[in-house]
C-alpha cells in the first residue's frame, strides 16, 4: 500500500514579504534570499530547475547549478550539445526555479538565453576540479552510453593522455546566461496564506503585482 501522500502537511513559517515588495528591486530581493539559504546551510542551494521548449512544444526541466549571477543574468555551465543546448539553440528561453525548503521559498525567473563568452567560460572551467574538467572533457552529455565500464574506460584514457597538461575546455562546453525578464518571489506562509509578488521588467524599471497565493 503506498504511503498516503494527502495526509502529509505542513503548516509553513516565513517572514511576509514587505508591504512594499511590489516596487522592490528583484534582484537585491534575489541576493538576500540566496545569501539566506547559503547562510540556513541548505543542501545546494544554488541549485535551480532549468526548463527549456523541445522543438515539438513540449518542455523539458533539469537542475543545474547557478555559478554567478547580477543584474545581467543567471550563468550556469553545461555542454552546448546536451538536450538543453540543442533546445536552446533552436528556442533561446528558459525558466529558471529555485526552491528553499527551510525559509520556504520559491522564485521563478524567465528570460532570454545567451552564450556565456568563451574567456569567462575558460576561466570558469580551469577553476574546477581536474577530475571535473577531464569528465567534462570525456561527457557526450545527453547522448546514448553503452555502459558504465565505457565511460570509466573513456575517463582512464584521457586522464592518461592529458598526463599533467592543461586539460582543454571541450569547444562544446561553456556558460549560458539567462536574461531575467520576469521574477516570482513566493513565501510560504501559515495557513496557506502565502505572500506571491510577480516582477517584470519593462522600460522604465521593473513593474511589481502582487498576485493570489
Ligand atoms: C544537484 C544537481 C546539479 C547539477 N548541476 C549541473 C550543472 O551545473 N550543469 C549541467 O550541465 N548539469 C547539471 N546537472 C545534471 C542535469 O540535471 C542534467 O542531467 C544534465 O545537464 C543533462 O540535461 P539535458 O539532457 O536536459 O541537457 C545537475 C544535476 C543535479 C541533480
Redesign the pocket.
Known amino acids: 500500500m503506498a504511503t498516503d501522500l494527502r495526509a502529509l502537511r505542513t503548516d509553513y513559517v516565513g517572514e511576509p514579504l514587505p508591504d512594499d515588495v511590489a516596487t522592490a528591486d528583484p534582484w537585491a530581493l534575489f541576493a538576500r534570499w540566496m545569501d539566506e539559504a547559503i547562510e540556513a546551510e541548505l543542501p545546494?542551494p544554488n541549485?535551480m530547475t532549468v526548463s527549456t521548449v523541445r522543438p515539438d512544444g513540449r518542455p523539458?526541466s533539469?537542475?543545474?547549478?547557478l555559478k554567478e549571477y547580477s543584474a545581467d543574468g543567471l550563468v550556469?555551465?553545461?555542454?552546448y550539445g546536451?538536450?538543453?543546448?540543442e533546445h536552446l539553440a533552436v528556442n533561446p528561453v528558459a525558466g529558471a526555479l529555485f526552491y528553499w525548503p527551510g525559509p520556504m521559498r520559491q522564485i521563478h525567473a524567465v528570460g532570454t538565453v545567451t552564450r556565456l563568452d568563451r574567456a569567462a567560460s575558460e576561466a570558469y572551467f580551469h577553476s574546477r576540479p581536474r577530475a571535473s574538467q577531464i569528465s567534462a572533457a570525456v561527457s557526450q552529455?545527453?547522448r546514448p552510453l553503452g555502459s558504465r565500464a565505457q565511460l570509466e574506460a573513456e575517463l582512464a584514457e584521457a586522464t592518461r593522455e592529458i598526463g599533467d597538461d592543461e586539460v582543454p575546455m571541450p569547444t562544446t562546453w561553456g556558460g549560458f546566461v539567462v536574461d531575467v525578464e520576469e521574477f516570482e518571489f513566493w513565501q510560504g506562509l501559515p495557513s496557506r496564506q502565502h505572500d506571491r509578488v510577480r516582477l517584470t521588467r519593462t522600460r522604465d524599471g521593473w513593474i511589481g503585482t502582487r498576485l493570489y497565493p
Not at 533539469?62 to 547549478?65: A, E, P, T, Y
Not at 550556469?76 to 555542454?79: P, Q, V
Request: proline fraction near 0%.
Open positions: 545546494e541549485a523539458h533539469r537542475v543545474v547549478l550556469f555551465f553545461t555542454d546536451s538536450a538543453k543546448g552529455q545527453s
